[in-house]
C-alpha cells in the first residue's frame, strides 16, 4: 500500500511539474534577417517581445527546466542565452566556428551544440552563471547541423548532413557510439521518446528516415517516408499521433500519420516553411518568407491565425518553452 501512494504521489508530484512549467508558454522565434528573436504569448497569440541576439540567429532550444532560451547565432559564432522571466539576453557565450542545431537535456544541465564549420559537438553547462567556454568538443561527421538529446541523457544525436548520416554520441565517454546512414543530406532531427524512434529531415532526397534506436549501439533505418522538397523541421502533435513536417522548397507542410508512418496529407500555402513546433491542439509553422508564424489546429491542420514576426524567421529547433513557476 505504501509503494501504491508513493507511486500516486509521484505521478501527481509529475503532472503538478509540468503544470507549473507550461503556466506560461511562449515561443521564441529566431529571425536571421533582423538578427533578433520575436517572444510570442501563446495564450493571447500575439508577440510581446523582441530580443536582439546575434547574427543571422538560427538555431534554437527553450528549456523550461533551466527558464533560459539558448539561441546559436552562425554569423557571430555565439550563443545567445535569454532569460524566459525578463526575455532578455543575459549571456552570450563562444561557439566555435559556426554554431547551427542546438538542444539541451531533459533536466536542463547540458547544452549541445552542432559546430558546422568545424565538425564538432560543442557540451556546455547550460547552469553555470559563467558558462563562457564549453565543457568539451566531441569529433562528429561533416556539416554537422541538427541536434537532439535522448530523455534519459545518454546519447546525443547528431546529423552529419555531408556524410549522409547520424552520430550517436554517448554523453559520458564524449565519444561518437555508433552511426547509421539516412538519406541524403540529413538536416533536422527529431526523437520520439515513446516509440524509440528518431526522425532525420533528409533535404536533398525529400524524405525522412525513421531509426530504430532502442540499441543505441546499433540504430537501423526501420522506414523512409517521401515528404515534399527540401524538408527542414518536424514535430509530434496531437499526443505524438501525427507527425507534421515543413517542407521548404515546396512551401507546404506534410502531415504523416505516426503510427502506420503513411502520408495523411499535404498542406499547400506557406512560404519557405522551416521551423516547427506543437503545443496542446496548436500547430506553430515558421515562414521565412513571409516573416510569420502561421498556427494551425492540431487535429486537422486547419490555419487558425496569423503572427507577423522578425525578418526571415527561421525557428530551427524546439522553440515552445516557459519559466518554471516558484
Not at 99 to 116: H, K, T
Not at 217 to 237: E, N
Not at 283 to 288: A, C, E, K, L, S
Request: aromatic fraction near 6%; hydrophobic fraction near 45%.
Amino acid at each position: 500500500m505504501t509503494g501504491i501512494a508513493t507511486a500516486v504521489h509521484a505521478g501527481v508530484a509529475a503532472m503538478l511539474l509540468c503544470a507549473s512549467a507550461w503556466a506560461s508558454p511562449f515561443a521564441y522565434i529566431t529571425n536571421q534577417g533582423s538578427h533578433d528573436v520575436s517572444v510570442i504569448d501563446l495564450a493571447s497569440q500575439q508577440v510581446v517581445a523582441t530580443v536582439p541576439v546575434g547574427r543571422s540567429p538560427a538555431g534554437v532550444v527553450a528549456s523550461s527546466r533551466a527558464g533560459r532560451v539558448f539561441v546559436s547565432n552562425p554569423d557571430s559564432k555565439t550563443i545567445s542565452v535569454i532569460d524566459m522571466r525578463q526575455q532578455k539576453v543575459v549571456n552570450t557565450l563562444s561557439a566555435g566556428d559556426g554554431p547551427v542545431g542546438i538542444d539541451i537535456s531533459a533536466d536542463g544541465r547540458r547544452l549541445y551544440v552542432a559546430d558546422w564549420y568545424s565538425s564538432r559537438l560543442l557540451v556546455y553547462d547550460a547552469q553555470a552563471g559563467d558558462a563562457s567556454k564549453f565543457l568539451a568538443s566531441i569529433a562528429v561527421g561533416r556539416a554537422p547541423a541538427g541536434v537532439a538529446a535522448h530523455p534519459d541523457g545518454s546519447t546525443v544525436f547528431v546529423a552529419e548532413r555531408d556524410d549522409d548520416s547520424v552520430a550517436v554520441v554517448d554523453t559520458a565517454s564524449r565519444r561518437v557510439l555508433a552511426r547509421v546512414r539516412v538519406g541524403s543530406h540529413p538536416f533536422a532531427l527529431l526523437y520520439d521518446g515513446p516509440r524509440s524512434r528518431l526522425y532525420a529531415l533528409n533535404v536533398q532526397s525529400n524524405d525522412v528516415s525513421v531509426v530504430d534506436m532502442r540499441d543505441a549501439r546499433r540504430p537501423a533505418v526501420v522506414a523512409t517516408v517521401k515528404v515534399g522538397k527540401a524538408p527542414y523541421g518536424a514535430a509530434l502533435a496531437q499526443g505524438g499521433a501525427l507527425l507534421y513536417v515543413t517542407n521548404q522548397h515546396e512551401d507546404s507542410v506534410s502531415v504523416i500519420d505516426a503510427a502506420s508512418l503513411k502520408l495523411l496529407r499535404t498542406l499547400p500555402g506557406f512560404a519557405y516553411p522551416e521551423g516547427i513546433a506543437a503545443h496542446g491542439d496548436r500547430v506553430y509553422v515558421v515562414n521565412w518568407m513571409d516573416d510569420n508564424v502561421q498556427v494551425l489546429d492540431a487535429a486537422n491542420g486547419q490555419k487558425l491565425k496569423t503572427i507577423a514576426t522578425g525578418q526571415n524567421s527561421r525557428g530551427f529547433g524546439a522553440f515552445i518553452g516557459g519559466p518554471m513557476e516558484p
